[in-house]
């Protein structure tokens, strides 16, 4: 996954070659939604619905698990959709993390990119770290019961803990 700083220098960076500004957009807005690639490249605008709470939700049935989502739309996943009127690019995987690749190189960012890579970010550098519960982030990754999320993010909250309590002891 990517750190709050590498997520944040992606941000700020601006490609000169349209289909690697793309691919970032696209890989930018799953990190604030932690769609899988198949539920981003069947975005359309009928799955953004208005929610309960009056604000704008991804509502879909994720493929893996055909398993109904539904995804807050946070404010940076918002801008990128109003930038493509609620429209993707669309693009195969292969090339998403061909492209990615590229990037890395480019921003500088020492890590092997894939389209997966900012599903895991969401539900680290944005859920996790930010204390929302591991239920709410199994259930906002379609997750089918909490062992599979606590699987693959029990040690990133064993890591917050650690360092919660190191500011504990150096108080």
């Not at 993390?97 to 900012?118: F, P, W």
Request: proline residues 2%; hydrophobic residues 35%; contains cysteine.
């Amino acid at each position: 996954y990517l750190t709050d700083d590498e997520l944040k220098k992606l941000e700020k960076h601006n490609f000169s070659q349209n289909r690697l500004q793309q691919v970032k957009d696209m890989f930018i807005f799953c990190c604030y939604t932690g769609l899988a690639y198949a539920e981003m490249s069947s975005l359309t605008t009928k799955n953004i619905e208005i929610g309960f709470d009056g604000e704008e939700w991804i509502q879909m049935i994720r493929n893996k698990t055909n398993r109904k989502i539904s995804i807050p739309i946070l404010p940076k996943a918002k801008e990128i959709l109003d930038k493509y009127d609620n429209e993707l690019p669309i693009i195969s995987n292969q090339k998403f993390n061909s492209y990615l690749k590229e990037i890395t190189l480019l921003i500088g960012v020492d890590k092997k990119l894939t389209h997966h890579t900012a599903r895991k970010t969401f539900a680290t550098t944005v859920l996790l770290f930010n204390n929302v519960p591991m239920e709410i982030v199994s259930e906002l990754l379609g997750h089918s019961n909490m062992i599979i999320t606590q699987a693959h993010y029990g040690k990133i909250v064993q890591k917050k803990v650690s360092d919660e309590l190191k500011k504990l002891r150096n108080a």
